[in-house]
Each structure stands twice: as structure tokens, then as C-alpha cells.
């Protein structure tokens, strides 16, 4: 017999639906004593996302970037941010295709063998979003363009190759502070990365 729902009952206003979905959501939830109450939680749904660190590992290098993030400037970071490739999910892309189109069009990379490590929600609370997190490993000969991101997209990003150990020495001095980029980094420094 399949277990009862914890969630019933919704209802759904549109708060705003520009680029992205932002929805006020009611609910009805069941808490773990078994008790039901009616719960609100103002909802953005902007698609799945991609995430790539890639690894030469005959010269310990890692390709991230750096961008200006204008959210995380009004959150009192004003510095660009550093990242790994990411991206969104185009459409019905699959995630393998659109972290192959990611490293072509932010760091210029043609990644070949892109191995996906796990899967996250890294905002649960108010963000639908799933982000797909992958390795692959490169070479010199795999840089084929600047990289730099898409200009009709406003985006401007900075090609940064630095040492996985640099990297990672990075988090702890508070120059990397995001998320998906620290779980990728500390997850090379556990596991390694291979094809």
C-alpha cells in the first residue's frame, strides 16, 4: 500500500510570471505526529540547472569562472562571484547536453565525458530548483574558444584555470562562497576525479 501523501489541498495565485514563475502556493501539510495544518510559501520556479567542474589531471587544474552576480551585490557581497559552469536546462534539454553546451559557451571547453556525481536542491524552501552536478576532465587541446558566456544574454565571464588544491584553499579564506561550487570543489578533494 502507498504511503499518504504529506502534502494535499493546493491552491496556487500567480505573483509574477516575467522571465521566471513566481507563485504564492496554500497547502494543506501533514506534520510527523499526524496532525494536518494549512501552510502558505511563496514559490519560484525557474527550471533545472547544470553545474561542472572540470579537471586536467596532468596539471591539477581546474577551469572555473568569474562573474558579477548583482543578487548576491544587494546581500552585501560586492565582489564578482567565483563559479564553476553552470547553467539552466533548455526546454526538454537533458542534463548531459546542456552542461556540454554550458563548458562551450562560458569556459570554452569541449567537455566529452561529462560523469554526473549526484543531484541537489539548493534553495528547497522557495526554489523548485534541481541542480545536476558533474565532473569531467579536459586538456590544453579541449580549450577551443575564450568562453565568456553569451553576450545577447548579458552574461560576462571571466575563464579562470587554477590548482584544485588552490581552489579549494580559496573556500576557507572566503573567496569561493558559492554553494555549488564548494560542493563540487570539496567533493573533488574526497573523491578525485576520473573519467
Known sequence: M???????????????????L??????????????????????YTHGNAVA??????????VLLTRQIRFVTYLNGHPHPLIEVCAGMLDGDEQPEAAIIREAREEIGCVIRNPRRIFDSFMSPGCLTERISFFVATYGEAD?????????????????????????????????????????????????????
Open 52 to 61: 561542472l567542474l572540470p579537471y586536467d589531471p596532468a596539471r591539477g587544474t
Open 143 to 195: 580549450r577551443t574558444g575564450r568562453g565568456g558566456g553569451l553576450a545577447d544574454e548579458g552574461e560576462d565571464i571571466e575563464v579562470l584555470e587554477i590548482t584544485l588544491e588552490a581552489a579549494v584553499a580559496m573556500i576557507g579564506r572566503g573567496e569561493i562562497v558559492d554553494g555549488k561550487t564548494i560542493l563540487l570543489l570539496q567533493w573533488a578533494a574526497l573523491h578525485g576525479i576520473a573519467d
Open 2 to 20: 502507498a504511503e499518504e501523501s504529506a502534502v494535499r489541498n493546493f491552491k496556487e495565485t500567480v505573483l509574477s510570471d516575467e522571465k521566471f
Open 22 to 43: 513566481l507563485r504564492r502556493v496554500e497547502f494543506d501539510q501533514r506534520h510527523f505526529d499526524g496532525r494536518w495544518s494549512r501552510l502558505t510559501r511563496e514559490v
